[in-house]
């Protein structure tokens, strides 16, 4: 019986030594910024170092939520996620429906290339397109609603816009990418399903009604549950790159707002307690979707 | 399934393709834009004439581009650091995978090990304390701050070791019968049968560097290290003249900075661009079989 367990142990011996590398850099470079959430509880000078600094409880905490802007900030990361949550899944389930009723290969495969491709460009490229399509005195897109006879509308610039203009390209960029999980799904419904329908008399509205949608229904419930995670992340690459003092009224997020405050003002106390708020409530949702998918949609991660 | 085309039918099927024709084309319209601008003169472009095909045909403002220094020397940093980060990258994730795929009866530690991955997804430091464990280490405003952070691509080991679980036990089985040892299996057996997963994920991983300017910004203290991104970051977006020597702004405004700023931001699209339609059927096999399961 020893024999045997030492055998076994040294048997998974290299499994661990595979994982080894691995989790010594988690280690450092994950878990070590977690030791150092302590200092959202500290007048934190860099000088001084962590235990030098000054411990002052709840005060940064306390600080943030008094802050005159901090619950605007908040309002525009819940919105604007929740806007982007909304469109990110409704537009994909459409663009899978549609590609779906394809029957030309050639084309099917065509659209899907062209509509993955800006998932792959970052948002500096793709900002430094829209800023350069948008802007009110060159631009591509005022030129065009010149035409029709509408007065340049500043995109980027204007409060009433900045919101739309986030989302609007947001699904630009990411639509095609969602599209793929979708049209996976459609392809495993039950081809038998649909030639019961047909003897049944529907028509290919009415498949599509009473069997392509149900079959993806576990699909979009999982997903729609998975992306509640992200209710405090608004997306910093995108609005980093895309915003400018004139929009902070509307597009400011607590991301960029935690890079504002800690890198740019040295507030690092401060900027670390947003950073654990947010940390904190994104656990909290993540988990209560995790629960909800294996609840309702049976899935685990791994 | 055979049907009799109705008249609603065939109208129906007309408008699909042409909508989806268009859709396609909108998504890709702002890029050619963008192109045709970076091609044309300067003069064409800060009046206005350029749509999708450029107007003065011209390479100067390629040829400015590839002659600034700048942008040359953080082409160079981000080759360097696709260069390392990426099989650094590859290597992990498939050194995490493969332990992990074992079922927690042969390898009863998995679990722990598994949600100790997984919990960096779901919790983070934040940026201060990073920004604080990557000065501790010592690795700032070297290419090692781009690179180490960012090591383990959990969500690539995940896509990874739901491949690795869906490969045949028995051939496992009978590696272990023939006497080979864990290093053995995933060399011989594991790898070469996941060649496709393989592609997508190092895909990811390529364009994760690529695309990747964050980091840059914030862990290099100098600008002359910047990787490509970062640089674009400063001119395309920001406009930072503070970055450029007097005698710099003077070269940049000679040349007119609309079309200076498009030949940037194509050329810093342009490998993806080339490298995406070659590997974009094996991603969509890639993901699908990591990512849905039945």
Same mark, same amino acid.
């Not at chain 1, 890079?259 to 950073?275: C, D, F, K, N, P």
């Given at each position: 019986?020893?024999?045997?367990?030492?055998?076994?142990?040294?048997?998974?011996?290299?499994?661990?030594?595979?994982?080894?590398?691995?989790?010594?850099?988690?280690?450092?470079?994950?878990?070590?910024?977690? &030791?150092?959430?302590?200092?959202?509880?500290?007048?934190?000078?860099?000088?001084?170092?962590?235990?030098? *600094?000054?411990?002052?409880?709840?005060?940064?905490?306390?600080?943030?939520?008094?802050?005159?802007?901090?619950?605007?900030?908040?309002?525009?990361?819940?919105?604007?996620?929740?806007?982007?949550?909304?469109?990110?899944?409704?537009?994909?389930?459409?663009?899978?429906?549609?590609?779906?009723?394809?029957?030309?290969?050639?084309?099917?495969?065509?659209?899907?290339?062209?509509?993955?491709?800006?998932?792959?460009?970052?948002?500096?490229?793709?900002?430094?397109?829209?800023?350069?399509?948008? *802007?009110?005195?060159?631009?591509?897109?005022?030129?065009?609603?010149?035409?029709?006879?509408?007065?340049?509308?500043?995109?980027?610039?204007?409060?009433?816009?900045?919101?739309?203009?986030?989302?609007?390209?947001?699904?630009?960029?990411?639509?095609?990418?969602?599209?793929?999980?979708?049209?996976?799904?459609?392809?495993?419904?039950?081809?038998?399903?649909?030639?019961?329908?047909?003897?049944?008399?529907?028509?290919?509205?009415?498949?599509?009604?009473?069997?392509?949608?149900?079959?993806?229904?576990?699909?979009?419930?999982?997903?729609?549950?998975?992306?509640?995670?992200?209710?405090?992340?608004?997306?910093?690459?995108?609005?980093?790159?895309?915003?400018?003092?004139?929009?902070?009224?509307?597009?400011?997020?607590?991301?960029?707002?935690?890079?504002?405050?800690?890198?740019?003002?040295?507030?690092?106390?401060?900027?670390?307690?947003?950073?654990?708020?947010?940390?904190?409530?994104?656990?909290?949702?993540?988990?209560? *979707?995790?629960?909800?998918?294996?609840? &309702?949609?049976?899935?685990?991660?791994? | 399934?055979?049907?009799?085309?109705?008249?609603?039918?065939?109208?129906?099927?007309?408008?699909?393709?042409?909508?989806?024709? $268009?859709?396609?084309?909108?998504?890709?319209?702002?890029?050619?834009?963008?192109?045709?601008?970076?091609?044309?003169?300067?003069?064409?472009?800060?009046?206005?004439?350029?749509?999708?095909?450029?107007?003065?045909?011209?390479?100067?403002?390629?040829?400015?581009?590839?002659?600034?220094?700048?942008?040359?020397?953080?082409?160079?940093?981000?080759?360097?650091?696709?260069?390392?980060?990426?099989?650094?990258?590859?290597?992990?994730?498939?050194?995490?995978?493969?332990?992990?795929?074992?079922?927690?009866?042969?390898?009863?530690?998995?679990?722990?090990?598994?949600?100790?991955?997984?919990?960096?997804?779901?919790?983070?430091?934040? $940026?201060?304390?990073?920004?604080?464990?990557?000065?501790?280490?010592?690795?700032?405003?070297?290419?090692?701050?781009?690179?180490?952070?960012?090591?383990?691509?959990?969500?690539?080991?995940?896509?990874?070791?739901?491949?690795?679980?869906?490969?045949?036990?028995?051939?496992?089985?009978?590696?272990?019968?023939?006497?080979?040892?864990?290093?053995?299996?995933?060399?011989?057996?594991?790898?070469?049968?996941?060649?496709?997963?393989?592609?997508?994920?190092?895909?990811?991983?390529?364009?994760?560097?690529?695309?990747?300017?964050?980091?840059?910004?914030?862990?290099?203290?100098?600008?002359?290290?910047?990787?490509?991104?970062?640089?674009?970051?400063?001119?395309?977006?920001?406009?930072?003249?503070?970055?450029?020597?007097?005698?710099?702004?003077?070269?940049?405004?000679?040349?007119?900075?609309?079309?200076?700023?498009?030949?940037?931001?194509?050329?810093?699209?342009?490998?993806?661009?080339?490298?995406?339609?070659?590997?974009?059927?094996?991603?969509?096999?890639?993901?699908?079989?990591?990512?849905?399961?039945?």
């Amino acid at each position: 019986m020893e024999r045997r367990l030492s055998y076994k142990k040294y048997r998974n011996l290299p499994l661990h030594l595979m994982i080894l590398p691995g989790l010594l850099l988690v280690l450092i470079y994950c878990y070590g910024p977690m &030791f150092g959430l302590v200092i959202s509880f500290q007048k934190f000078i860099p000088a001084r170092g962590i235990g030098g *600094s000054e411990w002052i409880g709840w005060e940064n905490f306390r600080y943030v939520f008094e802050l005159p802007g901090f619950t605007k900030v908040l309002w525009n990361t819940i919105f604007i996620s929740f806007m982007k949550l909304f469109a990110n899944l409704l537009v994909p389930i459409v663009m899978a429906l549609l590609l779906n009723e394809v029957r030309k290969e050639a084309f099917k495969r065509g659209v899907q290339t062209l509509i993955y491709l800006p998932h792959f460009l970052s948002w500096i490229i793709l900002g430094g397109v829209l800023i350069d399509i948008l *802007s009110p005195s060159q631009g591509i897109v005022n030129e065009i609603l010149a035409w029709v006879g509408i007065k340049p509308i500043y995109f980027l610039g204007s409060n009433a816009w900045f919101r739309y203009v986030l989302v609007g390209s947001d699904v630009w960029k990411e639509f095609g990418f969602n599209t793929i999980v979708y049209l996976a799904a459609l392809t495993g419904i039950n081809p038998s399903l649909y030639e019961a329908s047909i003897v049944d008399g529907a028509n290919r509205w009415k498949q599509t009604m009473h069997v392509t949608l149900p079959g993806i229904v576990p699909i979009i419930v999982l997903l729609s549950v998975l992306s509640l995670g992200n209710v405090l992340n608004a997306g910093f690459d995108q609005v980093f790159n895309l915003y400018s003092a004139q929009v902070y009224e509307t597009g400011d997020i607590l991301d960029t707002f935690v890079y504002r405050i800690g890198l740019l003002e040295a507030q690092y106390g401060v900027a670390t307690a947003i950073g654990f708020f947010q940390s904190v409530v994104t656990l909290a949702f993540i988990s209560l *979707s995790y629960y909800l998918a294996y609840r &309702f949609a049976n899935y685990r991660i791994f | 399934m055979v049907e009799p085309y109705s008249l609603s039918r065939k109208l129906f099927v007309g408008c699909n393709y042409t909508v989806l024709a $268009l859709i396609s084309i909108f998504c890709i319209l702002p890029l050619l834009h963008v192109f045709a601008v970076s091609l044309s003169s300067s003069q064409a472009a800060a009046a206005g004439y350029v749509k999708l095909w450029p107007v003065d045909f011209t390479m100067k403002n390629y040829e400015f581009v590839a002659g600034k220094s700048e942008f040359t020397r953080s082409l160079l940093v981000t080759l360097k650091r696709v260069g390392i980060g990426v099989p650094l990258n590859m290597l992990l994730t498939v050194l995490i995978a493969y332990p992990l795929s074992k079922d927690s009866l042969h390898f009863r530690p998995r679990t722990a090990y598994a949600w100790v991955f997984v919990v960096t997804i779901l919790f983070s430091g934040g $940026l201060i304390p990073l920004y604080m464990a990557v000065k501790y280490t010592m690795i700032m405003d070297t290419i090692w701050a781009l690179i180490l952070p960012s090591a383990v691509p959990v969500f690539n080991v995940i896509l990874m070791l739901n491949f690795f679980r869906n490969l045949p036990k028995e051939l496992e089985e009978a590696a272990f019968i023939d006497g080979a040892g864990h290093w053995t299996t995933l060399w011989k057996i594991y790898i070469p049968l996941s060649m496709a997963s393989l592609a997508t994920v190092t895909l990811f991983a390529t364009v994760g560097h690529w695309n990747s300017w964050f980091d840059g910004m914030i862990f290099m203290n100098s600008p002359t290290h910047y990787p490509l991104q970062s640089y674009l970051q400063t001119v395309v977006i920001n406009q930072d003249f503070s970055l450029f020597t007097s005698g710099r702004i003077k070269d940049f405004s000679n040349i007119n900075d609309q079309t200076a700023k498009s030949a940037q931001i194509f050329l810093g699209a342009l490998p993806i661009l080339l490298v995406y339609p070659f590997l974009q059927r094996f991603f969509i096999k890639g993901v699908v079989l990591g990512s849905v399961k039945e």
